[in-house]
């Protein structure tokens, strides 16, 4: 069983959700925070209805590049195999898949950075196959640039906040 | 305007690095040198051995008998992973007081040195390096060590820098450069002249960002940068210059580095970085 933290308490908190982590949460008092998002990219779905939602932050692409038992252990370090797991704890909880704001927020490249080997540009395309698999709309989406960014999801309205270091501040 | 000699001069407000571990890293970059040699020199030092006890006995390393000498510690973690930490001990104490400028919160630095020094370790190893992996894992924990001194003048001049790499395609050190009159790298060299670091050190220090196209054929210069832009794509430690350095992909088509190899060392490091903290501020 994959090992997602939800939490209950109506205590204002803010959660760090780390690299290669998923959380979810339905303490609308909680935000969900990922710092210094890179090439990885933090993804927020949020069901307005029920007031729940959740982050993941992950960093790769693709799940199959890796040997079965990394992939296995580590779902949420990956496109793929994380939105999974992000979808079905959400089911899980109650949400409703036509009601989910999603919001993406990264895949940042170093200059100059080549096609193979771009990192941001693969992780924002593989959120996007998967979404629109899922017939999932995008809300808002900051991606690519040099910047590193800072994902936050405010689990009582729904809020979400982009912070580019050193930039801009978008309140979505 | 800033005179260059003036942040030059910011150097003697470092720490010096501690003599022995000075020595122990000229052995470490020797590749003749003998690990018995090493290992002599931390049990001959007190100080030093009492550091490295404590940190042996953290609950960290999870060890299930206490440690009480060095030959011990060697048995227990081998000498390589002790040597890491005589390194990590030796530089920890600079790299704890974040520079201004450069948007790093509290203790940043310092996590995007150990890290980088392990993803240089992990590429090292994984690519036929094993001999240089010290030299090369000490170059990447100090890479960046000129941006202690570089931070304030950094955020003086932080609008200029930033409209040079946002609006007219500059690199964050080339914008450090045009704008200060330095880098953080040739600042690093210099640090790394005074503290009589070997050549070869400095001159990684001094290329890690691969402007130089010479540099680029460098094998274990190239193995420090590697490292330090996927620290950056990991998102680790890194300030307001971001991912805002270039890349060379040529530098990983001559290290024979796929794509798939590329992502391995990602989530190898990954995977080192969720262990981290804990380690971070136990030496
Ligand atoms: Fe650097």
């Known amino acids: 069983m994959l090992d997602t933290h939800i939490s209950h308490q109506p205590i204002s908190v803010m959660t760090a959700v780390n690299f290669g982590e998923l959380k979810l949460s339905r303490n609308p008092a909680e935000t969900l925070v990922a710092f210094s998002i890179g090439a990885g990219i933090g993804v927020t779905m949020y069901d307005p209805v029920i007031k729940v939602g959740g982050l993941l932050n992950f960093v790769l692409p693709d799940s199959s590049t890796m040997s079965s038992s990394q992939a296995q252990f580590h779902p949420f370090m990956f496109a793929d195999t994380g939105l999974a797991a992000f979808s079905d704890a959400l089911h899980n909880i109650g949400a409703k898949t036509d009601n989910l704001k999603v919001v993406i927020a990264g895949g940042a490249q170093i200059m100059d950075q080549t096609a193979a080997f771009n990192i941001g540009h693969k992780n924002h395309q593989a959120v996007t196959s998967y979404l629109g698999e899922k017939k999932l709309a995008v809300h808002y989406a900051d991606i690519g640039g040099i910047f590193m960014r800072t994902l936050r999801l405010d689990i009582g309205n729904g809020d979400n906040l982009i912070q580019t270091l050193g930039q801009t501040e978008a309140k979505v | ?283």
């Open chain 2, 1 to 283: 305007m800033t005179n260059v000699d003036d942040i030059i001069s910011g150097i003697d407000t470092l720490r010096p690095i501690p003599p022995v571990a000075a020595q122990i890293m000229a052995l470490a970059e020797d590749e003749n040198s003998s690990m018995s040699e090493i290992a002599d020199l931390i049990v001959h030092d007190p100080s030093l051995t009492a550091s490295i006890l404590k940190i042996c006995n953290a609950a960290y390393f999870g060890l299930s008998r206490r440690v009480d000498s060095v030959r011990d510690a060697i048995v227990l973690l081998g000498l390589d992973e002790i040597i890491e930490l005589v390194l990590l001990n030796a530089t920890a104490e600079n790299f704890r007081d974040e520079p201004d400028g450069y948007g790093l919160g509290e203790g940043e630095l310092w996590q995007h040195a150990v890290l980088s020094a392990y993803a240089a370790k992990i590429l090292a190893e994984s690519h036929g390096f094993t001999s240089q992996k010290h030299l090369v894992f000490t170059a990447a924990l100090l890479k960046d060590i000129g941006k202690i001194i570089m931070g304030r003048f950094v955020a003086f001049s932080y609008e200029k820098i930033n409209i040079l790499v946002h609006s007219r395609g500059y690199s964050f050190n080339e914008a450090e450069k045009e704008v200060i009159g330095i880098n953080h790298e040739e600042l690093g060299a210099r640090v790394g002249q005074k503290w009589r670091f070997g050549d070869q050190l400095i001159y990684m220090i001094r290329h890690h960002h691969m402007t130089d196209k010479t540099a680029r054929d460098d094998p274990e210069t190239a193995l420090v940068y590697l490292a330090d832009i996927i620290c950056m794509m990991i998102g680790f430690g890194t300030g307001v210059d971001g991912l805002a350095y270039r890349f060379y992909s040529e530098v990983l088509d001559r290290m024979k580095l796929t794509e798939k190899d590329l992502q391995n060392v990602i989530f190898d490091t990954g995977q080192r970085r969720q262990k981290l903290d804990k380690l971070l501020y136990l030496v």
